[in-house]
């Protein structure tokens, strides 16, 4: 429990003043009272900048005033929280949460129960500024763009438009992700990214390149049907708090076991029936030593593997290699252990498989993925109820700013980068083709030449600092990075901070777009022109977000934008303004007041995002579902009475045809155990027919009411012919389908038919678009077909890794990628024995992301006041380091930090825990000064990635913050 503060009594004294020294072990929350938090808590901090933090009175409540309420949704994790906002007089007086929720249920977490504090302003950026000779100066809305348009204009005609990087965000909404990756299309590159880069991006490839989707196949809320739980790399009682509600019913009223395998024991692993500590980097052989013992004993679904897997049998021969003295030679997880482990998920089925960013960041981040969805595909555990593959996303809509392109690889609705996708979205946007293509590349460029940069993925954000330090020799691009465009993104979220720098200090102009200023406003090194434009938060404009179990729900504006604020998709027209390409932009949307209109866009998203199922989740239809949310049933999220009666919760996607028809989303995916009409499917048929003479479709298995009885491929317009059902079509159907096909009408696909008159077909027999397939357990078109450990690049083992080396080098993203060269050198300097510590670090339940907006609210900068590393308790005795002493924690190239250290029995020997949410110090010193005044985080702290190294996924180029190494000694 918290100690009751008194008013007033505290001593003042600087935040690195407040961890006093203890000689024993303690946990977090012994730790903050030690910190200064039952002394006072920040109202007696009196060095924040030289301002006292001054006692508020707040007026009382006027009850006879009009009141209104208005539901939005969290701005914080993906659980979808509703937060029901209290307005009077424009003012939002009163907060609670959402009690009809189908998914938050009346509850919040810390964060979630703060966010009215967001609107309040009082460390938010006011009005545009810009830096002068080292100092921050206001300058107008007008005098903004049309400078930051002057200097984008300068480089794109000198270096082009490849030479400026655009990074979005994960709180953006669906219509401004979409808007935003529109524009990067129209300003003419691929070099657009965000934050599920560094999070869940090799999660969608893993999935993806599996069964179909990149995507949580079940619900938060499903988990209450699970028979046993699987949580690997999670923390969800701090990360998704709302979350565990459901996974503690399964516990409760299921007696479900409860298995949770990390490095670190967590709050999570507090609940665990069965806590299994690894050594970070090696989930591959904890996952492979599980299923050794799954077909050792016989427990696998045999059935389900032949009628819906492909190539299992080439992974049973990898899985025999590692036997339980290889698997606990590599990780340190006994044999024994692991047959319980595979025990108790084999014989309390449905089981759950649960993962987050400490199995996806790494390395081999991919692979991972691929490993734990074979392990669900062997107890044939996807597409039932109670099973399945959930992936906690981070941000409040990183699903679904991935869905909707803010990605290097993509565009909306996963649809790739080829000719076929660009033209399918040229159609959609209602431009020609070859106007796209121009806008790539320099000048005296053939269309060729700017038709392969439109097709070649970007530079990704974990290493745009590279393309900024690159010369123009080792890039696969005209030129280096000379401008970034950053819109709700942290800087202190990239691994190889000192590298960032050097980037930093070779870019000609950086433009910062968010509520808080961000870590990049306050870093030693800064560009000559550097902007910062206020954006408003979520809770001042509408639109709609996707939680990680794929439901899309509206958001209300609740307030107005506060001081000079504005919101995502004003800013983007007002640039697009300036820089010529408005008009395209928005040529269907609806403007009013320099800001395209929010349901517009949405119906846009509807027409051109097929592939997904993008297209039934209407304004109309996502409002009525706010509105009616007391009629959701809390475990299937299906509507029981009312006007939405057999309806899911937000209409999770695939959302098939057009509103009008009434899809009532997909709830599980995969699921051949409903109707597609009422939430069914089947794997994807994404990867081909036949392979090596073996049939990658499905056998003997199908969705209910489905008319072909047997697998089948995604259906075109040749499938249709072969059927015989072409002649179902409408004549208007016809029509727009022999206008995109042209003259080869046969190749045209339901993906690309904007009538939605193949889909239409199929779906009226029972048929799933996309076709029925297997899922591969060998996916052919990855560096690892099947998935193989290899060991992380710092490894500490530098023994392990003549047997599981590094992925060779190779060249991607436009950059090289040096995994094996860098492993190799670091083997051949010592680093292990010179930098005996792993690093690993994840979330705390106070703080968010990056961190600014969360140390920017007083009540949650109340609650974790300092940054931390935890150490355990043999390795603090042998250093000499007492609980809240300053320690040094430097890595293996060339970062350095300086922080508290907790001393702690939650990490084992050799390993030290940091949380990500810190910035503000740099080499050990105060950067509060860089800050703009007045809106500096109430709570700084070094950062965790000041000391991270390389390391990347070659999939994703995710990086590797999990499992590298660092050296810790006292100050």
Not at 192 to 208: F, K, N, P, W
Not at 528 to 549: H, K, M, V, W
Not at 562 to 582: C, H, M, P, T, V
């Amino acid at each position: 429990m918290l100690t009751k503060r008194k008013p007033a009594t505290a001593q003042r004294r600087r935040l690195s003043d407040i961890a006093a020294p203890r000689e024993a072990a303690m946990d977090r929350r012994s730790f903050l009272q030690a910190s200064g938090l039952a002394a006072g808590g920040l109202a007696g901090l009196g060095a924040l900048s030289g301002r006292f933090v001054k006692p508020a009175e707040a007026a009382p409540l006027n009850h006879q005033a009009p009141k209104e309420l208005r539901k939005n949704i969290c701005t914080h994790c993906s659980v979808g929280c509703t937060v029901v906002a209290e307005v009077q007089n424009g003012v939002w007086v009163q907060q609670e949460p959402g009690w009809d929720s189908p998914i938050s249920q009346g509850t919040h977490c810390a964060k979630g129960a703060s966010v009215r504090e967001l609107t309040k302003g009082a460390r938010r950026v006011k009005y545009p500024l810009k830096l002068v000779d080292g100092e921050w100066q206001r300058v107008t809305w007008e005098q903004a763009i049309d400078e930051i348009g002057d200097h984008l204009l300068t480089i794109r005609n000198e270096q082009g438009p490849d030479s400026v990087f655009w990074l979005g965000s994960a709180k953006f909404s669906n219509e401004s992700a979409y808007l935003m990756r529109k524009f990067a299309a129209f300003w003419g590159t691929n070099n657009i990214d965000h934050q599920a880069r560094i999070c869940h991006s090799t999660t969608v490839a893993g999935v993806a390149n599996t069964w179909g989707y990149g995507a949580m196949t079940n619900s938060y809320n499903d988990i209450q049907n699970a028979q046993a739980l699987l949580i690997i790399g999670a923390n969800p009682a701090e990360a998704h708090p709302v979350a565990m509600q459901h996974m503690l019913r399964a516990k409760e009223h299921n007696r479900a076991p409860w298995i949770v395998i990390d490095p670190r024991f967590t709050r999570t692993a507090a609940h665990a029936t069965q806590f299994v500590r690894i050594r970070p980097g090696t989930d591959i052989p904890v996952v492979w030593g599980i299923l050794w013992h799954i077909f050792d004993n016989g427990w696998q679904d045999d059935d389900y593997i032949a009628q819906r897997v492909y190539g299992m049998d080439e992974v049973r021969e990898e899985i025999a290699r590692w036997t339980p003295e290889e698997v606990e030679r590599v990780s340190g997880v006994p044999g024994a252990q692991l047959l319980e482990v595979a025990r108790a998920i084999s014989q309390n089925r449905p089981s759950t498989l649960v993962w987050c960013m400490g199995t996806t960041q790494k390395s081999t981040g991919t692979a991972n993925v691929r490993a734990f969805s074979i392990l669900q595909l062997a107890l044939g555990n996807i597409g039932v109820a109670g099973g399945g593959a959930n992936i906690y996303r981070g941000h409040c809509n990183v699903q679904g700013a991935t869905d909707m392109g803010l990605d290097v690889t993509s565009l909306p609705s996963y649809y790739g980068l080829d000719e076929g996708a660009w033209r399918h979205f040229a159609r959609v946007w209602d431009v020609d083709y070859e106007v796209l293509v121009n806008r790539f590349g320099l000048e005296g460029m053939t269309f060729n030449e700017r038709k392969a940069l439109m097709e070649a993925k970007g530079i990704p954000t974990t290493r745009w600092f590279d393309g900024a330090n690159a010369s123009r020799e080792t890039l696969d691009q005209p030129n280096p990075i000379r401008g970034m465009f950053v819109m709700g993104h942290g800087g202190n979220t990239v691994t190889r901070m000192p590298e960032m720098l050097e980037g930093l200090s070779n870019l000609d102009l950086m433009v910062v777009v968010d509520a808080h200023p961000t870590t990049f406003a306050a870093l030693p090194e800064r560009p000559r022109n550097f902007y910062i434009l206020p954006a408003c938060t979520q809770f001042e404009q509408d639109g709609s977000r996707s939680c990680s179990n794929r439901s899309v729900q509206w958001g209300q504006k609740v307030v107005e934008p506060i001081f000079e604020s504005k919101n995502d998709r004003e800013i983007l027209y007002l640039l697009a303004q300036k820089l010529g390409f408005a008009d395209d932009l928005c040529k269907h949307i609806l403007v009013e007041d320099n800001v395209p209109l929010t349901e517009d866009i949405l119906r846009e998203i509807n027409r051109g995002c097929i592939s997904t199922g993008y297209t039934g989740q209407s304004p109309e239809r996502l409002k009525l579902h706010m509105r009616y949310q007391h009629t959701f049933d809390r475990i299937t999220m299906r509507a029981n009475e009312g006007p939405l009666e057999g309806e899911y919760y937000g209409l999770p996607w695939p959302c098939w045809g057009y509103p009008e028809w009434q899809h009532p989303g997909s709830p599980i995916l995969y699921d051949t155990s409903k109707h597609v009409m009422e939430g069914g499917g089947t794997f994807r048929a994404r990867f081909g027919v036949e392979r090596d003479g073996e049939t990658l479709l499905a056998e003997g298995s199908y969705s209910l009411g489905s008319e072909i009885e047997d697998g089948y491929p995604e259906f075109t317009m040749a499938v249709l012919r072969t059927l015989g059902w072409d002649s179902e079509l409408t004549p208007e159907e016809l029509r727009v389908i022999e206008r995109i096909g042209g003259d080869n009408v046969d190749s045209v696909s339901w993906a690309a038919d904007l009538s939605f008159g193949i889909m239409r077909v199929a779906l009226s027999h029972g048929c799933v678009p996309y076709g029925n397939a297997k899922a591969r357990a060998v996916a052919w078109n990855l560096p690892d077909p099947v998935p193989i450990h290899r060991e992380p690049v710092y490894t500490p083992r530098p023994d392990l890794a003549a047997d599981y080396p590094a992925i060779p080098d190779r060249r991607d993203f436009r950059l090289p990628l040096l995994n094996y060269s860098v492993q190799q050198a670091a083997i051949e300097a010592g680093i292990a024995r010179d930098f005996p510590f792993v690093y690993t670090s994840g979330r705390l339940v106070e703080y968010e992301g990056g961190g600014e907006e969360t140390r920017s609210n007083p009540w949650l900068a109340e609650l974790q006041q300092t940054m931390f590393c935890e150490i355990n308790v043999q390795d603090a005795e042998r250093l000499g380091i007492a609980n809240g002493e300053d320690v040094w924690l430097s890595g293996p190239e060339g970062g350095r930090s300086r922080m508290p250290a907790m001393v702690t029995e939650r990490v084992a020997p050799g390993v030290v825990f940091l949380p990500f949410h810190f910035s503000g110090h740099w080499n050990g010193e105060d950067l509060r000064e860089l800050y703009p005044a007045g809106a500096d985080p109430i709570v700084l702290g070094a950062p965790a990635n000041a000391i991270t190294t390389y390391g990347y996924d070659p999939m994703t180029l995710m990086q590797e913050t999990k499992a590298t190494l660092c050296r810790v000694e006292k100050a």
